[in-house]
Structure formats: C-alpha cells, structure tokens
C-alpha cells in the first residue's frame, strides 16, 4: 500500500511522534509511506527513516490558508495513495478541504485526545462535525478518548475503534544512566529523580510541580524534578523557579531526543497534565520499568494503574500528590514492583507489531470498501 500519514508539523510531541512510529512499522511490513508535515519545523525535525519526508508550507500565516489546501490537492495527485492518514486537527481541516479536489480515498482521523475539551463553541463544534462526514474512519487512543468523541459529534459507532499506540521497547542500561545522570547535574549519588517530559504548554500545567516542590524542597532537598522538554511556557516556567527558590530542586534540560534514557535513569515518571487522551510518555516510562504518579485526567487511568503500576492523583491534590511522591521515593521495594508492573502492562497491550497490524487491516478494508 501507498500511506500518507499527514501530521502538523514534523515534530517530537505527542500526535507526530505515534505517527512516526506507526510509519516505521509499516515501511517494516514493506508498504510505502509519504510522512508529511503541514508546516516546517525549523528544529530539532522528525524524521522517518524509509520514508519520503517532506514539509508543505513554511509557517503558519493565518487560521485558514487555500495555498495548503492546494499543496495537499498537488502532493495526493502526485504520490496517488491508496489512504491517508490525518493526525491532528490542521491536518483534519485541510486534508477534508483538498479531498473536495481529489477522486475518492479513504480517510482515517486519529484521534489522541478528549476533543470535547478543545471544541469550545457551537460553530466550531458543527463545523468539526460537518467535517468529519467526510472521514472514512475514527481511530481512538483509548475508550475514554473514543466515547467522548462518539458523544461530542454524534459519530457512528461503525466508523471508529480503539487501536492503542504500539510502544517500542528500547533497552538501555539503566543502572549506569542513573549514575551518569546524577553526575552531570551535579547531584549526590543517593538523590531521587522524578522526571517530566512534555510540551511546555497550559495543557501541561507545570506550574502544578512548581507549587509541588515548593512544598517538598526543605523537608525532601534530596527529591529533584528534572523537566525535558521546550514549548511556550519555557521561559515563564524558567523564571518562577528562580522566583521560587527552586534553583537546587527544579532543573529544565530542554529538547532531547534520549527519552528512554533519561527515562530509564530517573526513579519515577510525574505528570500533571490539565488535559489528556492516553498519554505516550506514560507507556515510555513502563517500558523503561519506571512508575509514574498522574493527576487523574481524560485516558490516564486506562495507561496507570493506581497503587499498581503508580498512582492516580485527584482534583489537582498537590499535598496528596506529594505524599505519593515522597511514599514512593522511599520505597525501593514498591518503586521495582510497581515498574515491573507496568513493564508487564506495556507489554501485553501496546506491542507495536500487534498494533500495526490492526492499522494495516484497517486500511485494507478501507480501501476494497472505495473500490465497490
């Protein structure tokens, strides 16, 4: 099969990066994939190895642009793809736009969050909905993330599915990455790391860990909180820490693309999002048998098992959130069971193999579904 998997911008956040994941995996099972973003990222670029790679348009301009609209009509009567995949909402309004030009191919929408959140008015809604008509199929990163669509914009219970994203498992030495990581920050050899890596952005709501260790930095110096990542709110959240005092406890590594590392030698995964479908970086960390604590939000629960593989923490509950933190800082035993858990979570019901597949099936019927 010929693919289009569209994406916003060829970047390492959430949407881009199962997209390039998903690529991969199927240029592995011999199909052709064309792994588009709609915008050029001018850093730090995703890139799919197999894959014809490409940008449209160089910025964003406007809420609304015909010249995407034509470029996306251009790149499809060029590369003639059996199907394409959108993956996020740009790529939504312009690949429905262009297909008004084109002869008809199945169209899959992947859906990685709780949309109900980001439809804020009644016109955006039944535009959204007028929209969707034309989309083929609706895959859903979790239950949570599927019925919140369904209901939102009435959407046929046919035409959509969970299909979890499949996570690889990368093995590293996680032993001598803690050492080394605790080195280069200057930390002692016994200092626990909580990690968080993601988008510096509302959503996130790093300002929820500021406060959080504020509240642990006299009693618990020995907790630090590493950030990876960049975003918007970089800078603000930069100089809070140091308006905090938070310079010993809160330490910002920017972009990176050793994940799995930095995962795997820090003790625990936190997250503390406002806003979430099934978050990736969840099923990064049980991979790397790292537990996590999350503040319970859209599809979290159905990736973290409380008092299981980590905690769940409710109505934003920075004490109790706390409490999770340092109960599980200073329990070696449960910090191993409840990664060991997870390892096993991740294992069973996130195997990319497994999960391309089911992708693969979709769009084969898809496409024999145009052809009658």
């Known amino acids: 099969m010929k693919i289009l998997q569209l994406v916003t911008k060829r970047q390492y956040r959430g949407a881009e990066l199962f997209a390039a994941d998903l690529s991969a995996e199927l240029i592995a099972l011999g199909h052709e994939v064309t792994f588009v973003g709609i915008y050029e990222n001018d850093s730090d670029i995703l890139v799919v190895n197999g894959a014809d790679n490409r940008d449209l348009v160089k910025v964003k301009k406007s809420v609304f642009s015909f010249k995407i609209v034509k470029e996306i009509t251009k790149l499809v009567k060029e590369i003639k793809p059996d199907v394409i995949q959108c993956n996020g909402s740009d790529t939504l309004k312009y690949m429905v736009s262009a297909s008004c030009f084109l002869e008809e191919i199945p169209i899959v929408y992947r859906n990685i969050s709780i949309i109900s959140e980001w439809v804020n008015s009644k016109p955006k809604k039944l535009l959204y909905k007028r929209m969707f008509t034309r989309i083929a199929y609706v895959t859903s990163v979790g239950e949570e993330a599927m019925a919140d669509f369904i209901k939102t914009y009435d959407y046929p219970v046919t035409q959509t599915e969970v299909i979890r ?68 709110l970089f800078e603000k959240v930069k100089q809070t820490i140091h308006q905090r005092g938070l310079e010993q406890n809160v330490f910002l590594l920017g972009f990176r ?38 503040t319970n939000v859209g599809g979290v629960s159905e990736v973290l098992i409380n008092d299981k593989t980590g905690y769940l923490i409710e109505n934003f509950d920075v004490m109790s959130f706390k409490d999770r933190l340092v109960d599980l800082m200073e329990n070696d035993e449960k910090r191993i069971l409840f990664g060991e858990n997870a390892f096993n979570m991740i294992s069973k019901g996130f195997d990319p193999e497994k999960n391309v597949k089911k992708f693969e099936s979709l769009y084969r019927s898809l496409i024999e579904s145009t052809k009658k």
């Not at 280069?184 to 959080?212: C, M, Q, T, W, Y």
């Open 165 to 232: 994203r499949g996570i690889p498992v990368k093995k590293v030495d996680g032993k001598n990455l803690a050492k080394e990581l605790r080195r280069d920050l200057g930390f002692k050899r016994n200092a626990k790391i909580a990690i968080h890596v993601g988008n510096f952005s509302p959503e996130k709501n790093h300002e929820f860990l500021l406060d959080l260790f504020y509240e642990l930095k006299n009693e618990h110096p020995d907790i630090k909180l590493v950030c990876v990542g960049n975003g918007v």
């Open 257 to 294: 693309q050793d994940i799995p590392e930095l995962i795997a030698a820090s003790d625990c995964l936190v997250l503390s999002s406002k806003i979430e479908g099934v978050p990736g970086v969840i099923l990064e960390a049980g991979t790397q048998k790292t537990p996590s604590i999350s």
